[in-house]
């Protein structure tokens, strides 16, 4: 899923700003935009804000949320926020404070999916703590005052069909001590204060936003306050104080182009090849930017803060070279690419105001978290340069070919609809529901439903019965075993049927298994469902396939050998999440679906594809004891071992390169990631998880560094 699309500017009727709410407000968005203009009093920037937060909480882990109505509320207003007339709460010197923010905390460790709880309207809900007036032991206050924008955050909040005044039904909660700028702190107070919320509970399910972290002289760049488990929207993260799949990186607030009309500027060359327009930069690359422009001449503009303004003038809306004023943001739309540089902090607002522009952002700032990088592909809309290298951009820059600069060009930032659209909610039975599929194996598919039944976190086992010329065997003949087990007959005769969202799925997890697989044994599975669970987003399976270059044919193949090098899991004994027998059925394209069903043959690979193409993620190959071969199968009994099966499929696997690939091995308690070994280099373009780029038959496919995890 990508969030950066080639729309023009549009005019938007009950404009869904936001990807998981329905707002019932119109408003009009024109121009090309990656961030939405601010409205009155920068409403919208904070309703998209918080919608797209919970949009990469739900990427990363949440998958079981989906509003189904509205359920609005206005009883937060601008004045119970005033800090007048409020509780006073006194804060000792040796009350409690947090933890210093939890590095190792993900989803599966840090997060309670069950506080969210089942509700008749399926639907995450929100609370805002009321506000209190914090004050040391001398009397002297903790905070004055909540901003402005924090201010429109919590209301835009309040005014969501998530928000709740019942803190009880409540999945996220967010304080109303204001840590949007760490400037304005006391750490050491503000980190008690939040120690004094009710649910605090460690800062399990709670949620802050911090847009300026750090302080002078180190500027951290994540939020100082100890926070604990607390799930941090920053504005600055690096590498080093981003927790993956957990925290999520937002983009720094600029006021400067949301409240300027610019006028919607076409792909092609500009006045400027590369602009400037940071004041404040660091001397060092003050001087590589000078002597860019002293090489390359006018193709190359670098701005400074005006010195010689008429009294009057507001100087933050004005940039300067030597005594020539240029007007700021416009003078942005006059570039083909924006230099976007590390300042004191990471994140720097002037990546709003370039995108704003239609400007190509050249973001100069090693091991910068971009914002909702999770989600958004910015190789698709910027280009990333190392600091190191930045005597070297212009040259950099034109080795990209024209159409693709035009192509970044057209990136806008639009409404983006939500990718979960069943009720998708926390599991009504934990465990994960077995979907067989069989045809006509009775005594084969009697075989792995006794063994299936034996692990411990079996839920329901659902029989999909492929076979319309045949009755399934009846109630009396079916193995007796201590779970639900539900029949389901098909009309059609398609592989397509296993991935269907059945109703009867009553759980996160699903293991798609073949009516063959019976060399797996109850323990296996069990350690195969405990990987998954620790990585819901993931195909997780036991056979692997490996699908590379050959030199000597000069063509694609696809094989099962075995060796070291796979690149995806076969969906004959897999584990992944339900939303994917959604999208699957309902989002793949027709084309994709209608091959498999015609061929009988790769439903496994479009699986593969369809996953790598939503999550951007490497499968995770679970190794089973013995090797996985089915030695009581015969040619006539299963497809996948008819040698045109193996055909089909390396004809008809594409082009791809695996991102990463790792192996859990079962029979132990030792469950931690294997020493990495890197594949030699001639190998790294032929092996490959295969990311989707487009949703076409064509399967347009990108080659990644490979790296492997083995034992």
């Not at 099962?560 to 899991?569: D, I």
Request: aromatic residues 10%; hydrophobic residues 35%.
């Amino acid at each position: 899923m990508t969030m950066i699309c080639t729309t023009g500017s549009q005019e938007w009727e009950e404009e869904a700003v936001c990807v998981i709410m329905c707002a019932s407000v119109k408003y009009n968005i024109r121009g090309p935009a990656l961030i939405p203009r601010m409205k009155t009093k920068h409403r919208i920037y904070y309703i998209t804000l918080f919608s797209i937060v919970l949009l990469g909480l739900i990427a990363t882990g949440m998958f079981q949320f989906w509003p189904h109505s509205i359920e609005s509320s206005s009883d937060w207003n601008v004045e119970k926020r005033s800090v007048r007339d409020v509780p006073v709460v006194r804060l000792p010197a040796d009350s409690p404070s947090p933890e210093r923010g939890d590095l190792s905390c993900r989803m599966h460790t840090c997060f309670d999916v069950y506080r969210c709880g089942f509700n008749p309207k399926n639907k995450i809900k929100v609370y805002i703590y009321s506000l209190k007036k914090y004050v040391d032991d001398a009397g002297v206050p903790v905070s004055n005052t909540i901003s402005r924008e924090y201010n429109e955050l919590l209301t835009a909040i309040s005014d969501s069909d998530y928000y709740t005044d019942d803190i009880t039904r409540a999945c996220l909660f967010v304080p109303s001590i204001d840590v949007l700028n760490q400037n304005t702190l006391r750490i050491k107070e503000t980190a008690q204060a939040l120690a004094q919320l009710s649910r605090w509970d460690r800062g399990t399910n709670h949620l802050l936003f911090n847009m300026l972290p750090g302080g002078p002289p180190d500027y951290n760049t994540a939020l100082d306050v100890p926070r604990d488990r607390a799930l941090l929207a920053g504005g600055g993260f690096s590498t080093w104080t981003y927790r993956q799949g957990y925290d999520v990186s937002i983009p720094v607030y600029s006021p400067l182009s949301a409240e300027v009309d610019l006028p919607e500027k076409g792909p092609g060359p500009r006045r400027y090849f590369l602009l400037s327009s940071q004041m404040a930069i660091h001397p060092e690359y003050r001087e590589d930017l000078d002597a860019l422009q002293a090489r390359h001449g006018e193709s190359v503009l670098v701005l400074d803060k005006c010195t010689n303004l008429s009294e009057g003038v507001l100087w933050v809306r004005k940039r300067c070279r030597e005594h020539q004023v240029y007007d700021y943001p416009q003078v942005l739309q006059e570039a083909t690419f924006c230099v976007v540089l590390r300042g004191a902090r990471l994140g720097q607002a002037v990546l709003s105001d370039v995108l704003r522009a239609g400007c190509v952002p050249v973001v100069i700032a090693d091991s910068y978290i971009l914002p909702f990088s999770e989600v958004l592909d910015w190789k698709r809309a910027s280009v990333v340069v190392p600091e190191e290298k930045i005597s070297d951009v212009y040259g950099i820059l034109q080795s990209i070919p024209q159409r693709q600069i035009e192509e970044m060009q057209r990136q806008k930032w639009s409404s983006v609809s939500n990718p979960l659209f069943l009720p998708l909610i926390p599991p009504q039975s934990q465990g994960f529901t077995a979907i067989v599929l069989t045809y006509d194996r009775v005594e084969s598919l009697f075989r792995v439903i006794t063994e299936v039944s034996k692990v411990p976190s079996l839920s329901k086992l659902l029989v999909v019965w492929n076979n319309q010329n045949k009755n399934p065997p009846e109630d009396s003949l079916w193995p007796k075993i201590r779970v639900p087990l539900k029949v389901v007959r098909t009309a059609e005769n398609k592989l397509s049927n296993r991935f269907f969202p059945y109703d009867e799925i009553e759980t996160e997890a699903v293991l798609a298994i073949d009516d063959d697989i019976i060399m797996l044994t109850s323990d296996e599975l069990q350690f195969g469902y405990e990987v998954w669970r620790e990585f819901p987003d993931r195909l997780v399976g036991y056979p692997g396939r490996l699908h590379l270059w050959d030199h000597e044919m000069n063509k694609w193949k696809y094989e099962s050998e075995w060796t070291n090098e796979v690149s995806m899991v076969l969906t004959g004994a897999a584990f992944y999440h339900k939303y994917f027998n959604y999208l699957y059925t309902y989002k793949m394209p027709g084309d994709i679906k209608n091959w498999v069903d015609a061929h009988m043959n790769c439903e496994d690979i479009a699986m593969n594809f369809l996953v790598a193409n939503v999550t951007g993620k490497a499968v995770i190959k679970v190794t089973p004891r013995k090797k996985f071969k089915c030695p009581e199968c015969t040619a006539i009994d299963g497809l996948s071992l008819d040698q045109t099966h193996m055909v089909e499929s390396s004809r008809d696997s594409k082009t791809c390169g695996l991102k990463q690939l790792e192996t859990r091995l079962p029979g132990s308690q030792d469950r931690r990631d294997f020493s990495g070994l890197s594949a030699s280099t001639s190998s790294l373009p032929s092996l490959g998880q295969c990311l989707l780029r487009s949703w076409s038959t064509e399967l347009t496919l990108s080659c990644t560094k490979t790296t492997f995890l083995r034992n």
